[in-house]
């Protein structure tokens, strides 16, 4: 419970990032609209069945679940090879590593990038700065060879720190962003964008499926769908504006009483967050509901709360009491519903780790939607 990843947080509110972005169609909720997306979705279906059958090019990389906080994966900078383990965020868009540059202070002694190391890095004068919800990150942008598995992009734009607050004694090394170009604050190409301009990768859609209460079993995968991750058909969702993982959600219920997102919202779909985020003022209620009054539960009660609805597009989404509730390293239990530290306008939620490990969920770069499905 020390260090809840919130690697969403990217100071933007309200789906809009303060960075210049073109600003596009935002889809209404009209009957007839609707219809004429979902026609569109069903004639645009790319390729998603046909990448998941034998001997097709779908990329999968095995994630290391670590207490049923954080999801890590391998991947390598510089020539020779050196490892990092990364979480892979859906709620930002830059990869970047901590390195020699920063503070023995601050940085962890392991796993540093040494740029001396390499003979294909490459340095610039540029700086940068991430604000997380609950952390900073400063550092300055470079180039070198990266490699996901197989998948090798050269002169990629990425960032090492040079000094940071929040991430000490985290479990990973630095994190690696599948967002939307617009969303970059080192100003570079990310990862997936050279990969699928490179033609890389078959189709430009990614997809994750989380374990719950085992450090193996998790993936991310590229270029496809594996049907064997999740039952069912997958269900799409359009994004509400083409540049981040935020969809438009109907309403959260509980015994058929809706008790938020009363009249809409926007829902981020962020794996590079723990929990589910909400207006305090809702979580404290979802709480108060539940018939808690406190984080910590008793893990004798999780069967006798109740199940707590999402419904996005139309459709529900149940998350069970044994779902919403995590179990740390010393045995304790506590609710996966916490407030979202990033003041809001209008009202948001993020649907991190707590959420996607009950559904499997693909991200459409080609047609901007996202997939959800019951995870196997």
């Not at 499926?209 to 069912?232: H, I, R």
Request: aromatic share 12%; with cysteine.
């Amino acid at each position: 419970m020390k260090w809840l990843v919130l690697l969403g947080l990217v100071v933007f509110s309200e789906c809009i990032v303060k960075i210049p972005l073109t600003r596009v169609k935002i889809m209404r909720e009209t009957r007839s609209e609707k219809n004429m997306l979902n026609n569109f979705l069903k004639e645009h279906d790319y390729r998603l069945y046909l990448t998941s059958s034998p001997g097709s090019n779908i990329a999968a990389y095995p994630l290391r679940n670590i207490d049923d906080i954080v999801y890590v994966g391998n991947i390598t900078i510089g020539t020779p090879p050196q490892e990092f383990q990364v979480v892979f965020d859906t709620g930002s868009s830059d990869l970047w590593v901590h390195s020699i540059l920063c503070s023995r202070r601050l940085c962890p002694s392991r796993n540093l990038f040494r740029h001396r190391d390499s003979s294909t890095f490459r340095p610039t004068k540029r700086r940068f700065s991430i604000e997380y919800g609950r952390g900073r990150m400063n550092g300055v942008v470079v180039h070198d060879t990266v490699r996901i598995g197989d998948f090798v992009s050269t002169n990629q734009a990425f960032g090492v720190s040079m000094e940071h607050t929040w991430f000490e004694g985290k479990p990973f090394d630095g994190v690696l962003g599948l967002s939307y170009p617009n969303s970059s604050f080192t100003g570079g190409i990310p990862i997936f964008d050279n990969l699928k301009n490179q033609g890389a990768i078959s189709e430009p859609v990614f997809a994750f499926y989380l374990s719950k209460g085992k450090p193996e079993g998790s993936v991310v995968m590229f270029g496809g769908v594996d049907k064997s991750y999740y039952q069912g058909t997958l269900n799409w969702v359009p994004l509400i504006q083409a540049d981040k993982w935020c969809v438009h959600m109907n309403r959260i219920s509980m015994n058929r009483r809706v008790i938020a997102c009363n009249h809409g919202c926007e829902a981020f779909v962020d794996t590079g967050t723990s929990l589910i985020l909400g207006p305090r003022r809702l979580v404290d209620n979802i709480r108060r509901l539940i018939g808690v009054t406190e984080p910590f539960v008793s893990c004798s009660t999780v069967n006798t709360m109740p199940s707590i609805d999402f419904t996005i597009n139309g459709i529900n989404y149940p998350v069970p009491a044994q779902a919403y509730t995590v179990k740390d390293s010393s045995g304790n239990c506590y609710i996966g519903f916490r407030e979202n530290p990033v003041n809001r306008s209008t009202e948001n939620w993020i649907l991190g780790d707590v959420f996607l490990r009950q559904y499997f969920s693909v991200f459409d770069r080609g047609n901007d939607r996202i997939g959800l499905a019951r995870a196997v």
